[in-house]
Structures are given as C-alpha cells and as structure tokens.
C-alpha cells in the first residue's frame, strides 16, 4: 500500500507540473491560483481539465473552482479524489 503522505507529495508535483505547462511560468503549491499569471477562467477550466485527465478523476467543480485558494489546496482535493477518500 502506498505511503499517503509521498502518494499526496507525487500529487502536488505533477499538479504544480500541469500548472507550469499551462502557464508557461514556474508555480508552486503555496501560490494562490487567482494571483498566478497570466491565470483566466478558461486557462483553468483547462487546466483541471488537464489534471483530472492524468489522475482518471472528476472534481466537484464547486469545491475545485471556488474552494481552493491556492494550489496546494487543490493539490489535497485531487489527492483525495484519486485515493478515494474524498467524501
């Protein structure tokens, strides 16, 4: 069974990842998403796009879209939603 606390770290990177090649700029996960550059409401309808294609997941838009505030947050639903956790 994998580790939680490396299966959520490998989540953060490869969404920090998505983030990056979407943007074309470095993103961390304490960054808040609504301040990233070059950041609009159709880059990160994108965007989750791309991360619940690569994690064979689907986000509950309203806690993806208006309940995370940084990146990191978003990084915990999806690895909550990839676990099966997520409630």
Known sequence: MPNP???AAAVGVAVCDLFTQELKTPVQLDDVI???PNIESVRFMRILTRIEDHFEIVLDDDEAVFGATTVGEL???VAESSSGTHV
Do not use: F, G, W, Y
Request: net charge negative; charged share 35%.
């Open 75 to 77: 990084a915990q639903i």
């Open 5 to 7: 606390t490396e299966t």
């Open 34 to 36: 609504e301040e990233l």
